[in-house]
């Protein structure tokens, strides 16, 4: 099963793709914990693509959700924005570009505490794609 969206990358629909694909999860049954992963996750790589990729200057965002029989949820999030100089340096803890200082550099981070795996593949100019994996527990059957 798989859902795809695009949305225009501006702040006010970040809440809108985390409930978005948090719904669209929820058909393999998460458990609260599991659910609040998948939309911490969500909301750092979509707000990431907003903040970072069109820095400002608008653009879309493209997402791609796929869920699989083995309870496991592959979630694509892709820009054609400025892309990452040095994808392996973006995802060391506290790095960050922001020379104003108001931004933590934890991005990468975070996507990574709340994930299986983050997958991430940049070309500067042509935009970055943050693949997100989340393998969810056996359920009992009820």
Not at 16 to 31: H, Q, T, V, Y
Not at 52 to 72: P, S
């Amino acid at each position: 099963n798989e859902l795809k969206m695009t949305i225009p990358a501006l702040s006010v629909n970040e809440g809108s793709c985390r409930a978005i694909i948090a719904d669209f999860c929820a058909k393999l049954d998460p458990n609260i914990e599991e659910l609040a992963d998948i939309k911490c996750a969500v909301s750092e790589a979509v707000t990431n693509c907003i903040v970072h990729a069109y820095a400002g200057r608008g653009g879309a965002i493209y997402i791609t959700v796929g869920l699989y029989e083995n309870r496991k949820i592959c979630i694509q999030i892709r820009d054609r924005g400025c892309g990452i100089p040095d994808v392996r340096a973006a995802r060391q803890p506290l790095f960050t570009t922001d020379a104003a200082g108001e931004r933590s550099g934890m991005g990468f981070t975070v996507m990574e505490s709340f994930t299986d795996g983050v997958r991430v593949r940049s070309k500067v100019g042509a935009g970055t794609t943050v693949v997100l994996f989340k393998q969810l527990s056996d359920r009992a059957p009820i």
